[in-house]
């Protein structure tokens, strides 16, 4: 019986060549490989984290194990099996970190994605996190990446921080509208599909304080849906979280699959294409505020900037906090309940670093955060408010103004309820 790696493998290089189907029907009549073929090949239909086995531990093992899960997605089936509620997950994958018989993988999006590139007539976007800087070698520039991915056949790729600028943009309006004393706060609703859930499902008390904005992620595939109808969406990134926010309910129109940095790695040394030695495709938009977000006090930094530009006479200024990986943010959040947190702006992250620290991440994260923070000073604009591509964009979507930014049931809103 082949291995969930060895399979995926197979079935990767038998897409490339043109004889899936072929191999499909063949594994499809062995019952041991089905669940694994199925979720290989269906993965919207699972949940983020996939049991490759069946569990061989103890009762009490088992119970342990459930137990857990911070945000109750484990939980032991009639069969004495720990299965995983798709509803429920968020894909922190902790419970893969710790399943000691690793009978818990990750989710896999690269047949179906490979399927999607290869339809005729229907426009494929690589969107990549602003994590991306240095993950498949230093010598891979943004440039030098499109071109991979438009080799791979994707119609281009976009930098989700020309987003994160956008919703930047949003939050320093929030900022700017919500706090208003000494005793306001809010708690920023960008980037971390974890920190979100957190909130929503074990601090719903908080909810209030959450600025109705969607992610970068959410905002960029919604955009080019808008603009490009009928287009399939490919968030890249170090996230396995990201997968599961894909599949919630109220933004589940934005993203069509999710690959993380080590799929797409996958993918390269498979069709052995070396981005490195690609010409460079450039085209990128983005200002130093959107490109930072990828680690911990980048989303602050760029709100605080913001806020600066906009209100450059505003007594109330931003005073912000980060908490790094999820017991930190658990700490802040427990903290803030008591009424010992004094700063007006909460960002977590629930990896350390953020999302350079993602668990899918190929670098080292402190060496990511550097070269994230290189490319945010090569960025020809300090904010979303100084970059003429973000108001440009933002007319094209008809919005007349920036504070339209702050009208419910945009495009870049959601309700968290």
């Avoid at 979720?39 to 531990?57: N, Q, Y």
């Avoid at 790695?265 to 460079?280: H, I, Q, S, Y």
Wanted: charged share 25%.
């Amino acid at each position: 019986m082949l291995t969930l790696q060895e399979l995926y493998n197979h079935l990767a290089k038998s897409s490339l060549n043109g004889n899936l189907d072929q191999e499909v029907k063949r594994f499809h009549k062995d019952p041991e490989t089905r669940h694994s073929l199925d979720c290989l090949l269906h993965p919207e239909k699972h949940p983020v984290v996939w049991r490759t086995a069946d569990c061989d531990c103890s009762e009490e093992e088992k119970a342990r194990c459930a137990s857990r899960c911070l945000f109750d997605a484990l939980h032991v089936d009639e069969k004495g099996n720990v299965s995983v509620d798709v509803d429920q997950c968020v894909g922190c994958s902790q419970c893969i970190d710790r399943c000691k018989a690793e009978h818990l993988a990750a989710s896999k999006d690269v047949l179906p994605v490979l399927a999607a590139i290869k339809e005729e007539d229907r426009p494929v976007y690589a969107i990549i996190a602003p994590a991306f800087l240095s993950q498949f070698s230093n010598h891979v520039t943004p440039g030098k990446l499109r071109a991979a991915f438009k080799q791979l056949g994707f119609t281009g790729m976009v930098e989700v921080a020309l987003f994160a600028d956008i919703l930047t943009l949003k939050e320093a309006l929030e900022f700017d509208a919500t706090v208003q004393t000494d005793q306001d706060f809010l708690l920023t609703s960008c980037c971390c599909p974890m920190w979100i859930a957190m909130i929503r499902k074990v601090y719903h008390q908080l909810v209030p304080h959450v600025p109705g904005s969607v992610s970068p992620m959410v905002a960029c595939g919604r955009v080019i849906k808008h603009l490009r109808p009928g287009a399939t969406v490919v968030f890249i990134g170090p996230c396995l979280a990201k997968k599961a926010e894909a599949k919630e309910k109220d933004i589940a129109d934005a993203v069509d699959y999710v690959l993380t940095f080590q799929e797409v790695k996958e993918l390269f040394d498979l069709v052995e294409l070396d981005p490195a030695g690609l010409p460079e495709d450039e085209r990128e938009h983005s200002s130093k505020a959107g490109r930072i977000y990828a680690r911990t006090g980048g989303v602050s930094q760029a709100v605080k900037s913001t806020v600066a530009r906009l209100r450059p006479d505003r007594s109330i200024t931003v005073h912000a906090r980060q908490a790094d990986g999820v017991p930190a943010c658990r700490e802040m959040l427990n903290a803030l309940k008591e009424g010992k947190i004094t700063e007006n702006f909460l960002e977590g992250m629930g990896c350390q670093g953020g999302c350079v620290g993602g668990p899918r991440a190929i670098i080292d994260r402190k060496i990511g955060a550097q070269h994230v923070d290189e490319y945010g000073e090569e960025a020809p604009y300090e904010t979303p408010l100084d970059n003429p591509f973000v108001l440009e964009l933002l007319k094209r979507l008809g919005f007349d103004t920036v504070e339209d930014l702050l009208k419910h049931d945009t495009i870049f809103t959601r309700r968290f309820d």
